[in-house]
Structures are given as C-alpha cells and as structure tokens.
C-alpha cells in the first residue's frame, strides 16, 4: 500500500527558512516520481516541485526557484522540501504525492490529477 506522511510546517516569520519531509512507503522510487503542491481555500491547488530520481529530474514552478530545494533520502524513504527566503504568500497547505511512471504523463509531471497517491498535507504559514 502506496502511504504518504508529511511533516516540518509551522509558522515562521518572513525570510525565515523550514524543511519538509515526506515519508514514503510501499512503492519503489525507480517507479515512482513525487511531487510537492499547495493548497489556499479559495484557490487552485499548485505545483511546488517534482523530482524523479531514476530520471534525473528535479522541477521547479517559477514562483519558487532559488529559494525551494527538493531533495531525496532512499535509505530512508523520505523526500524533503527545503523552503528558504520564505514569503508571506507562500504560506498554504503543502502536500507530498506520488507519480506512478508510464506513458500518460511525462516522468515528472507538474499537473497535480497526474498523482495518484497524497498525503494529508501540512500547514506552512509565513507572518510579515
């Protein structure tokens, strides 16, 4: 069974820096690419992130280049999404899921209906 926890929200002050983890069990990440989004009410869930390391492959959305990091442990099934220089619009609900690979989606989709697999989020809010 494909299961998603996510941890490290919390409330920091603008510029301050959190960490992410993600982890992950029951599937293989040779199969499996991950994807990090959010979620405001009122507003579309979006693409954070993506990384699928058999591809060699780490994506990024452009309102969080050079700040937002992705990055793997396989020993311990985790995924981490480390977020520096955080803004007060960056505060949402942050979810982990995963991709399974084939021939629907490119091997890192940024399109949230291509995951199949979610976590239950968690809160990451940014005070001015």
């Known amino acids: 069974e494909v299961q998603l926890v996510e941890s490290g929200g919390g409330l920091v002050q603008a510029g301050g820096s959190l960490r992410l983890s993600c982890a992950t069990s029951?599937?293989?990440?040779?199969?499996?690419?991950i994807g990090w989004f959010r979620e405001a009410p009122g507003k579309e869930r979006e693409a954070v992130s993506c990384?699928?390391?058999?591809?060699?492959?780490?994506l990024y959305a452009d309102s969080v280049k050079g700040r937002f990091t992705i990055s793997g442990d396989f020993a311990k099934n985790t995924v981490y999404l480390q977020m520096n220089s955080l803004k007060p619009e960056d505060t949402d609900l942050y979810y982990c899921?995963?991709?399974?690979?084939?021939?629907?989606?490119?091997?890192?989709?940024?399109?949230?209906?291509?995951?199949?697999?979610w976590g239950q989020g968690t809160q990451v809010t940014v005070s001015s």
């Open positions: 899921a995963a991709h399974r690979k084939g021939h629907l989606w490119r091997a890192c989709p940024m399109e949230w209906p291509a995951f199949g697999y």
């Open positions: 029951g599937f293989s990440f040779d199969d499996y690419a």
């Open positions: 990384f699928s390391s058999s591809d060699d492959i780490t």
